[in-house]
């Protein structure tokens, strides 16, 4: 007997959907009939690419994908951003934060600006996702926040990227307590190495050492990150609120 994951009539919001992970979970929840809220933050390609994306779900479920330009870094932008969700589509039942950013350093020769910046994107966004997420999410949704390896592991020169990914982890577990009272769940997700865009800038003899403690060894696909989304968003996690899910393929440091 197969179980089959329903999302039809629930709306999805995915920050840094243009690509990578968060694409795949648009397609992923657009799959399991979900209406999809896809942000960008208006820089480079992104643009292109999540209207791109659009297309391709509304071709096949026309109105199922729309598209927002929204810098989650700023407070005010993003207060807009889900004002505007609600009076287009009358709020949202999942809220999945996943943009992030990643600017390397050493602690010693980080700037100012390469540590406030991580901080400004991956840790006060998912602060203000989520602060004005749950003003305009119905009762019983759930929010998926992207966590990361890095968090536990330390990885050298990502001191601004491990302490953002570490508060976020964190930050889920506060929020689970604040929200259970309206019966929204709140959890995270700590990849591992995942085969992206962003992992491919990784020197070819690092991702060696990476492989080696990895005992699936093989980097993970963006598949496998977006259907524990899917899952934790599902009835099926019905009871699983303010926890971090690893998907590392087993890595243990």
């Known amino acids: 007997m197969s179980i089959a994951i329903d999302l039809s009539g629930k709306v999805t919001l995915i920050t840094g959907a243009s690509q990578g992970i968060g694409a795949q979970m648009a397609r992923t929840f657009h799959r399991a009939g979900a209406t999809l809220v896809i942000n960008h933050p208006g820089v480079s390609t992104t643009c292109a690419d999540a209207e791109t994306l659009a297309a391709q779900l509304n071709s096949l479920r026309a109105g199922s994908a729309h598209v927002v330009a929204t810098d989650v870094s700023k407070a ?4 807009r951003m ?12 999942f809220l999945i934060n996943n943009a ?6 050493t602690l010693a020769k980080m700037s100012l600006d390469e540590w406030k910046s991580v901080m ?6 998912v602060f203000h996702c989520c602060k004005y997420g749950l003003e305009i999410m119905r009762d019983n949704g759930a929010i998926v926040s992207l966590g990361s390896i890095a968090a536990i592991q330390g990885f050298y020169g990502q001191a601004n990227y491990a302490a953002a990914k570490a508060g976020v982890q964190a930050m889920m577990r506060v929020l689970a307590r604040e929200a259970a009272r309206r019966g929204i769940r709140a959890n995270a997700i700590a990849p591992g190495v995942i085969d992206t865009s962003m992992a491919a800038t990784i020197p070819e003899n690092a991702r060696a050492e990476m492989l ?3 005992p699936l060894a093989r980097f993970g696909l963006t598949e ?6 899917l899952f934790l968003c599902s009835p099926l996690a019905s009871y699983v609120t303010g926890q971090t899910l690893e998907v590392n393929g087993g890595w243990r440091g």
Do not use: S, W
């Open 76 to 79: 005010e932008a993003v207060q």
């Open 82 to 93: 889900m004002q505007d969700v609600k009076q287009q589509l009358g709020g949202i039942d």
């Open 100 to 105: 992030a950013i990643l600017r390397d350093r």
């Open 120 to 125: 400004d994107v991956n840790l006060n966004g």
């Open 212 to 214: 080696k403690n990895i």
């Open 224 to 229: 496998e990150v977006a259907t524990v989304a």
